[in-house]
């Protein structure tokens, strides 16, 4: 039996290989797609249920409720991230393939931000309007959601790969991942509530960008050697 | 490429859970050579095997590829090694193709899908491209996890229990498929359960007991 001769794959051939594959599976299960996003409406829309129809008082809350919202349903399906290929072996695969794992993990990371941290930087205005809020102080959420999920999808794969296999994950992730976010939604809803007083927000983007670089170049890394501890 | 590769124990031993599972491993497997791993249930095969990978740290002694500790090569050694393990990693909602597809991506090759469509009629599963991994049957899986191997380059293949789940046609097609590997100067260390022949060539035996 001969073996048939292939073709040689550039890295950026094998990422786009990978990354084709994840959102593939992910929009044959649109469940996982439109969880977060279903989520992150109901939860932003029980606020003004909750607190009362006063419009000044929901206006002053918006950026930091609609920024936990997305927090937490950008955290529901992140314990997904790698659970499927770790069930059925093909996380050892990717572990033991000549390409690195850790662009893989980018590939996994890019989409779930893709997947389910940009649809809610596209809902994000439709609920900013129902608490009251207008059209810059809309733009700015947007800009900072669209800063700060990649981040979230970052942080939260260390979280993934770090709880692989272990029962009841999701909690656990919950509490390994919500502290690390901090900051992120420190900067986030503060950029909101500081234009909204009249301040600048230049301070606050930089910072939510010096975040998202720092988690490109370091969980990557983490989540790899969380991944091969995982794996052992 | 190494024109002639070796991969040898040097005393390799395991432990888990506190428990010494196997000590003191020396052997030697040159190109063209096989090693048949056997041992009762819990004597360590697949720990063995997960060791020889890379995917389990070694506890005792070292495993060189070339000469070299696997774990100071590891990109390199990656590229020459495949490995079947339990499990099939066949993604259940995605078409054969697909899987095979992006596992070659995974070695760094490009697949075409009539090279994948002869691969598997070479398997028994002709036209079966198109399928979700779900349809098919648990020795249907086992034998397009198996075609993995057919479509890598890799000279070291490290299989556990690759007969389980075959009917008699796909255990010899797996057989022959590993002589031919062997005739090429691959090398192969496998577990089984079941004494296959692998064409004529003597196994290295490597018993392991607690």
Request: charged share 15%; glycine share 10%; proline share 5%.
């Amino acid at each position: 039996m001969s073996r048939p001769a292939l073709q040689k794959l550039s890295t950026g051939g094998v990422m786009r290989a990978a990354l084709q594959r994840e959102i593939a599976l992910a929009l044959r299960q649109k469940g996982e797609v439109l969880t977060p996003l279903v989520f992150f409406v109901v939860i932003a829309s029980l606020f003004p249920l909750g607190v009362g129809p006063e419009s000044a008082l929901l206006l002053r809350m918006a950026p930091g409720v609609l920024w936990v919202s997305a927090l937490l349903a950008a955290m529901l399906s992140l314990q997904r991230l790698f659970a499927m290929d770790y069930a059925d072996g093909s996380l050892e695969q990717m572990a033991l393939s000549a390409t690195p794992l850790g662009l893989l993990v980018v590939a996994k990371a890019l989409s779930h931000f893709l997947l389910s941290g940009l649809p809610l930087v596209l809902m994000a205005p439709v609920l900013g309007l129902q608490f009251g809020m207008e059209g810059r102080s809309l733009g700015i959420l947007m800009l900072t959601l669209l800063l700060g999920t990649p981040t979230l999808s970052l942080i939260g794969s260390i979280g993934a790969a770090l709880t692989l296999g272990v029962r009841g994950a999701g909690v656990l992730l919950s509490l390994l991942i919500l502290p690390l976010y901090i900051p992120v939604l420190i900067f986030g809803a503060g950029a909101v509530e500081a234009d909204a007083a009249g301040l600048g927000v230049g301070g606050h983007l930089s910072l939510l960008s010096a975040l998202l670089v720092l988690s490109v170049f370091f969980a990557p890394l983490a989540t790899t050697a969380a991944l091969k501890i995982s794996l052992e | 490429m190494n024109p002639a590769p070796t991969l040898s124990f040097h005393k390799l031993g395991c432990t888990r859970g506190g428990r010494p599972l196997f000590q003191g491993i020396d052997s030697q497997l040159k190109a063209g050579q096989w090693l048949y791993v056997v041992g009762a249930n819990g004597a360590g095969k697949t720990s063995l095997l997960r060791m020889v990978c890379g995917l389990s740290p070694i506890d005792a002694g070292d495993i060189l590829w070339n000469g070299t500790p696997i774990h100071d090569q590891r990109d390199a050694y990656h590229q020459d090694l495949c490995y079947l393990g339990h499990l099939n990693a066949l993604q259940e909602s995605m078409t054969v193709h697909e899987n095979l597809i992006f596992t070659a991506a995974l070695g760094g090759h490009a697949l075409q899908k009539p090279v994948a469509n002869d691969v598997l009629a070479r398997f028994g599963l002709p036209g079966r491209g198109h399928q979700l991994v779900r349809h098919l049957s648990q020795g249907q899986k086992r034998r397009v996890a198996l075609s993995r191997l057919a479509l890598s380059p890799a000279r070291l293949w490290v299989l556990d229990e690759p007969f389980v789940a075959m009917d008699d046609t796909g255990v010899r097609l797996l057989a022959d498929l590993i002589d031919a590997h062997l005739a090429q100067g691959g090398l192969a260390v496998l577990t089984s359960h079941q004494l296959v022949d692998i064409g004529q060539r003597p196994p290295q035996l490597l018993e392991l007991r607690t």
